[in-house]
């Protein structure tokens, strides 16, 4: 205790400091840990809206603006394999597994992200 004190902090600013970062942990998992539902790719474009579940591998072909995006779905995790556009940094991401991770290829306008199962705004589920 004699050591915060010489630090400056009393014992209110530990206690702040202490709920900033239980409440900080908790949002985390709440948000990204959940695994109460399986986890969705969802998949949009100018041309349409896909969902696909992630315990299915599974190779899929997205159009978009300037052509077919190739996205594989393997081991609970998407990641694009092509992309018809220039520089393809879509294509170098390592893959999205977990809640909330997106990626996408904006020259072409297609955007890959992860949801769980009850998000509520799916409108269509391809298997």
């Keep these: 205790m004699k050591v915060l004190q010489k630090a400056g902090l009393r014992g209110g600013d530990i206690l702040i400091v202490a709920f900033i970062l239980i409440t900080t942990i908790f949002a985390s998992v709440w948000i990204y840990g959940s695994s109460e539902s399986p986890s969705l790719l969802v998949v949009e474009s100018v041309k349409g809206k896909w969902v696909y579940p992630l315990n299915t591998d599974t190779t899929i072909e997205i159009p978009g ?43 072409n306008q297609v955007i890959a ?8 705004d799916l409108d269509v589920m391809a298997y």
């Design 65 to 107: 603006l300037l052509g077919s995006t190739r996205i594989e779905i393997h081991d609970g995790r998407a990641r694009f394999l092509d992309s018809p556009c220039p520089n393809k940094t879509c294509v170098s991401d390592h893959g999205i597994g977990s809640n909330g991770e997106w990626n996408a290829c904006l020259p």
């Design 113 to 120: 992200r992860i949801a769980s199962e009850h998000e509520g």
